[in-house]
């Protein structure tokens, strides 16, 4: 397929390269060129601008946040531009207002919108392992299948609301943030108490809480090991504050959400933003004054 | 070998059914003696006061609450009448300060005092695959060990100091009931989206949220299928209490603890006390008004 | 002096007429003029835009959210068609962004951007007790001093800054509701208890918590009486947001700020959002069951 | 009158000169004799046990916690002693459960128990400017009415029963613990944004946040002024879980003071337990790392 990637970041070059290996024709954008490097090396063509990815069958694209999109696929006038019969498939955790938006704005210029945002980290992306939820058209869907396939290991429809994607995105960031969460104060306690918590997070990730949010945060928590990050505390902080909007909008209180909210904030005002979001189990540590008691 | 075993409810007839199984010989005491009828026809004894199931070479015990074991334990004169070298193993969840007190009065019997509370439901109890945490001297759990394999699938050894075990106990009770207020929250926020949570829960227990609490719990969830109750939402109160104790007393604020306790209480104001504590996950449907919007 | 209004809603309308009868000439704009009658009955000269409004000395507006905001003053181009030397002056209660680029919005049009978000009720609106917070020029404030003092008894000047004004009313309408939720909460308490609230709230008001808020708040929680608004519960929720982002603008964690979020966004849910804010206070009750009590 | 009194702490010592100087026959009782000298030196008889503070016609008390009641007074065998008629003024902050016990058992001994919890500082004790909030008998209430009245300003009686007047205390307690949070919260806002909290403070406790309260907090939070402490962070501590569990056993969820007994954990785990407890607004600012901004 003819197929266009915007958003070149550390996400978005895995992903573009499992596309690129498949045999597709690919055309890159990305705000710094730099970043294109290793793909145009691997046979992809570098455009001037984002609306020139947008000329073939299927535009995706990764890009960090609302705004952004706004800038970029809006005010660079992408889907005014678009080949007829685009679909553009959005891959990024964004705002569940911002994806109604641009599902219509694509709509009104002939383009279909899938919201396909995905599971993984960058390793995993890199892997072809990631899990894509996608809300939209389900002929659309069908036509690029075999496309989505060689970014991820498994696809997860949700419907033909392309926001019910990303609702579904933000809900489950949400649960792997409590999961960080609720593992930095359940070690802070047994800590406390003089437990060791890798002894401790052995026996649950081994057991109750097999499975992979639980077993590779839990490592990193026990070891307190941010750095490098697979996702900052700065996008965790993000998207409870996507996640919580959300639920305003539909008027759904969610106090875990507020409480990973304040410590998110906490992280960061701690000058932890750019660590990998696990480091959130450091703020239970923190309030327990664990290192000053030699715990 | 000698088994005496105090507690026949749901979780307590499991486990000595699986004791008397392997062959040991087993003497019972409950305070209804009724629910000791299926062991008896099995070959137990039973006997007519719990200090009469401590002359044997352990003793086992699965009481409801720390009131439960005050008043059959210490008022009943059990470690001072017991047998010369007697092991005992508590296997219930009770509260830190308890765990420590009933050691010390135990050495001062000559009783070794292990604490060994089990994660699992009933039926893991009944099939023999709980997870046992251990805490105590390390010898006589040594002697016990092929005794602990038949009840369960697996034991996890916390070191010399018997509360130990109970703290972790706690902390992974907290950690399960965190998942049921985590899974609550974020379907009621996709429910209120209108996405069906059964299709949202199958999303992130089928990846990222693998494991049996998230897998079990969240079946229960989605059918919001609350009775008949494993580990009611009375008992998951008592026990987010205790860790909430075990946090005051090592000073460790637990913030999403604190929502746990408050939403047990609801569910228990609003009548939910003997269901299955998933039932937790009510509230923040209840919250959201869901019900009343037909989500 | 030559004094333009925006924007009548009951607060404004108070406010509007008390400049009017202080002897001021005064022209005032609203979306539906119909809220204008009784002002122009007294003399007042209604306008057709809103840029109209903006010819005289003094411009006042109290407008009722961010989006009005935008929509009015930037669309409506009032600044742009401004004459020259306006003392623009807003009263009302926006988000601490928009009060920085409405200021320097105005400030290109050469118009000087006064922020002064009032205190009060619209009862205290119209007997001109409001207090004034005030954020900008001070020589600006100097001159419409005297202007000000016909609408509210006492003006709290906090420096150049326009939008520090925003952060004091804001973080002051966070310490109202979080007065209403503790209120809430301890009414609960003892009404579960079986002590009247009514009693409860007389002591404490009457003593350690006299002053205006716990006082007037507790008579209408005490006895539960929540229409008329004098501002409601939708209102609340937008004031506890904005102090939201004004916190998360600068990293600052405000956990009672989520705990009252949560609880507003269930009243809305329940269909409260026009009662007046005080009946967040039910939100503790309904937790704990009280009706269905009997307490 | 003859008055026994228990307890000379600072509260107590205070209080019990007062009883002194309206010219009481008064016989003290502390379990260290030395905080007794200044009352001796004025005319009041040192007893040798708890008991015998219990000879005359009233018995108060003012101990620190459940603890020390429970070992003066139970296991001191004080109503066991008592004189016929003894009307006991229990004037501490004890939990509901123990109000009840204690109640329950002077009953047994013919004694009367008054719950007499008191409201105000240590300044406020020596000025005789207490209100007394007092549960119980009302006959007995009115024969000691004017000896209460020499050391408080106000009675507030409400009603039978005794531990009505503790749950009245504790949530009196928890709303001054929640303004003292609330105005932490609010200082770090404007803190954070370049705003000194005197002067946000000034603002709202001159005005709709007039009353001792938050006129008297506020001046120590503004100060960040924590010693010499009137009560200390440890006490609050104490009084938030009474409140707690006094909420707990008639199923109150209460989320805010959830977020008090985390952060009373939190500065004492910091090492603030000794400071006085407004000292619970530096963990705000702590949360916001407004020290290390220079804010």
Redesign the interface.
């Known amino acids: 397929m003819d197929v266009g990637f915007i958003g070149l970041g550390r996400m978005g070059q895995a992903i573009a390269a499992n596309v690129l290996r498949a045999g597709h024709r690919l055309s890159v954008w990305n705000r710094s060129p730099a970043a294109a490097e290793a793909l145009v090396a691997g046979g992809a063509q570098l455009v001037g601008t984002p609306a020139q990815a947008a000329r073939g069958e299927v535009l995706m694209s990764m890009l960090a946040d609302d705004a952004a999109h706004r800038s970029v696929l809006i005010e660079g006038g992408v889907f005014a531009g678009a080949s007829g019969g685009l679909v553009y498939v959005n891959l990024a955790t964004v705002s569940?207002a911002l994806a109604r938006e641009l599902a219509a704005l694509a709509a009104a210029h002939g383009v279909t919108y899938l919201a396909a945002p995905v599971?993984g980290r960058p390793e995993a992306a890199a892997a072809a392992k990631l899990?894509i939820?996608v809300g939209g058209d389900g002929a659309a869907l069908t036509r690029i299948e075999s496309l989505l396939l060689t970014i991820g290991e498994?696809i997860?429809p949700?419907?033909a609301?392309p926001?019910?994607a990303n609702?579904?995105k933000?809900?489950?960031n949400?649960?792997?943030a409590?999961?960080l969460?609720?593992?930095g104060?359940?070690a802070?306690?047994?800590r406390?108490?003089?437990?060791r918590s890798a002894?401790?997070l052995d026996?649950?990730t081994s057991?109750?809480?097999?499975?992979?949010?639980?077993q590779n945060y839990g490592r990193l928590i026990a070891a307190q090991r941010y750095q490098p990050a697979g996702f900052t505390v700065t996008l965790g902080l993000k998207d409870v504050?996507l996640?919580l909007e959300?639920?305003?909008s539909?008027?759904?209180?969610?106090?875990?959400?507020?409480?990973l909210?304040?410590?998110f904030?906490?992280a960061?005002?701690?000058?932890r933003g750019e660590q990998d979001w696990a480091a959130l189990a450091e703020v239970?540590a923190t309030?327990?004054?664990l290192a000053a008691?030699g715990r």
């Not at 406390?192 to 437990?195: V, W």
Request: glycine share 8%.
């Open positions: 569940v599971f899990n939820v498994r997860w949700v419907g609301l926001e019910h609702v579904v933000l809900a489950g949400f649960m792997i409590s999961a969460e609720t593992m104060e359940a802070a306690l047994v406390a108490h003089g437990i002894d401790f026996i649950l057991t109750l809480f097999a499975g992979p949010v639980y504050r996640a959300a639920a305003e539909e008027r759904v209180p969610m106090p875990v959400a507020g409480v909210r304040d410590h904030l906490e960061l005002a701690a000058g239970a309030h327990a004054a008691r």
